[in-house]
């Protein structure tokens, strides 16, 4: 069983041996969900496939079926995957490594999910540099996200080089305590109502009154403009929505060609300046 595992849309991704045998172990060590997926189909006839992307949507009755048997079978499978030559990942449909990478673990974006938070448990005191901002990450329950992952997104994010924190006035430690400041990502609809009265209609996002409320829409599906590199979305948004946590407003397109100012409302159009998700150095 040296190749492996893909059934009917499943993305599959080939990387050279060192750098995938990392990310094998990593996202198999932390995503229960692509694990499950990965021992369902290595132990699975072909022609079951269909059905079981069924059953991994929550479909019970025909999950406890095909999912019985190989209870033990997760490990050797992983066994498997991390010694192939050149190792083989499964994703989840419609996803990247990068979108993984980023917290999610599907790509469906319900309207509204269950409008109640789960704080991502732990803490990273961050550089400690400047005046040290503390964050709480919230994750709405019933999305489908990874919330070690998506705190580790924000975290790298507000303490990059190129952050708020470039010209040394300030660097974020997260906790999962009291916080000056919350980072939550929630579904269009929950979005809306954190946000009233500002008008996200189900689209963007908003930062106000301490909350960072970053909408899982465009987490999943990013822009037009930055559709090629979602990552500096979701770093735009997470800069752009805590600016505003620390009272920046917003800016405009300075001039055609220019890098766009992180506060402008690149979530609407970064053009006809070209998009940029960091405050540092200031275009
Ligand atoms: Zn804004």
Excluded at 129 to 138: H, S, W
Excluded at 140 to 152: H, I, M, N, S, T
Excluded at 193 to 204: F, N, R, S
Excluded at 228 to 240: E, I, P
Aim: hydrophobic share 40%; net charge negative.
């Amino acid at each position: 069983m040296g190749g492996l595992l893909v059934g009917a849309g499943t993305a599959v991704v080939t990387l050279p041996a060192g750098a995938a045998t990392e990310a094998v172990r990593d996202v198999l060590g932390r995503s229960a969900q692509v694990a499950r997926l990965a021992a369902v189909r290595s132990t699975t006839a072909p022609d079951a496939s269909a059905a079981d992307d069924r059953a991994a949507d929550g479909d019970e009755t025909a999950s406890r079926g095909s999912l019985r048997a190989p209870v033990e079978e997760p490990v050797v499978a992983h066994e498997t995957l991390l010694s192939a030559d050149p190792p083989v990942l499964a994703l989840p449909p419609g996803l990247t490594m990068v979108d993984v990478e980023s917290g999610l673990l599907a790509a469906d974006v319900p309207e509204r999910a269950r409008q109640t938070f789960t704080v991502v448990p732990g803490s990273d005191p961050g550089p400690g540099t400047g005046r040290v901002r503390t964050i709480r990450v919230e994750v709405e329950d019933g999305l489908p996200v990874d919330g070690a992952r998506f705190a580790a997104t924000v975290m790298a994010t507000l303490n990059d080089p190129r952050g708020w924190g470039a010209d040394g006035s300030v660097s974020f430690a997260r906790t999962d305590g009291d916080a000056e400041l919350r980072v939550l990502l929630a579904s269009p609809e929950t979005v809306d109502d954190l946000c009233y009265p500002l008008e996200t209609e189900g689209q963007v996002s908003c930062g106000r009154s301490g909350n960072a409320v970053l909408n899982f829409r465009r987490w999943v599906l990013a822009t037009d403009e930055y559709a090629a590199d979602k990552a500096a979305y979701r770093q735009y948004l997470v800069n752009h929505e805590v600016g505003h946590l620390l009272g920046h407003g917003h800016e405009t397109c300075p001039a055609p060609g220019a890098l766009a100012p992180l506060m402008q409302q690149q979530s609407y159009r970064a053009a006809p300046c070209v998009p940029n998700p960091w405050p540092f150095p200031a275009p």
